[in-house]
Structures are given as structure tokens and as C-alpha cells.
Nanobody, 127 residues
């Protein structure tokens, strides 16, 4: 069983930055593909970014490409999401997710590809 704890959320002005972290335990971290999703009020949970296991190549949702950066530190069992140039529509609860599988691009963007989820961290962007 994989346990994950997110942190780093908060209130930021539009155009500002936040860095989210997710600490993982219970499984060999380097064997996990790690994703970030977000859920805005009244909306479905949506894909934000993924960093696959192994080579660690990353893939981003179009809405955040060029502004968000996912990274991982296998020594610290941590995956981070650096969020720059935040927009009001970025207000959401952000979740990290994990799977043992090497996901295709289509699989990586879907919630069903990830059996393990954190409890989320709130991000609020003031306009």
C-alpha cells in the first residue's frame, strides 16, 4: 500500500508561484509513475502532469504547459509540482497519484490509471 501526503498549497495572487510536494511511503518510489491532478469546485478531477517511472519523462496538460514543472527526487521519495504564472482558474484541490505501471500518454491523463491517491492540498489563486 502506498501512502502519500501533499503539502505546499495556499493562497497566492494571480501571476504568483507555489511549489507543491508529495512525500511517498510504502513502496519503492523509483518504481512508481507519479501524477498530479486537480479538482476545482463543481468540476471533475482533471489531469495536470505526470512523471513516469524509469527515465522519468514528463507530460503536461495543455492548460499548464510552459507554466508548471513536475520533478522527482528518488532519494527523498518526493514528487514536486512547481507552479508559476498561476491563474484564477488554477484554484483547486491538487492531488498526487501513483501507480506501478508505465503509463501511455492516454493512460497517464486518466484517473483510472492510478490506484493510489493522496488527500489533496488546496490552492487558491486570487485575481
Amino acid at each position: 500500500q502506498v501512502q502519500m501526503v501533499e503539502s505546499g498549497g495556499g493562497l497566492v495572487q494571480a501571476g504568483g508561484s507555489l511549489r507543491l510536494s508529495c512525500v511517498v511511503s510504502g513502496r519503492a518510489f523509483s518504481n512508481l509513475s507519479m501524477g498530479w491532478f486537480r479538482q476545482a469546485p463543481g468540476k471533475e478531477r482533471e489531469f495536470v502532469a505526470v512523471m513516469r517511472r524509469g527515465a522519468g519523462n514528463a507530460y503536461y496538460a495543455e492548460a499548464v504547459k510552459g507554466r508548471f514543472t513536475i520533478s522527482r527526487d528518488n532519494a527523498e521519495n518526493t514528487v514536486c509540482l512547481q507552479m508559476d504564472s498561476l491563474r484564477p482558474e488554477g484554484r483547486a484541490v491538487y492531488y498526487c497519484a501513483a501507480t506501478n505501471d508505465y503509463l501511455s500518454t492516454v493512460q497517464a491523463t486518466g484517473r483510472v490509471g492510478y490506484p493510489n491517491w493522496g488527500t489533496g492540498t488546496q490552492v487558491t489563486v486570487a485575481s
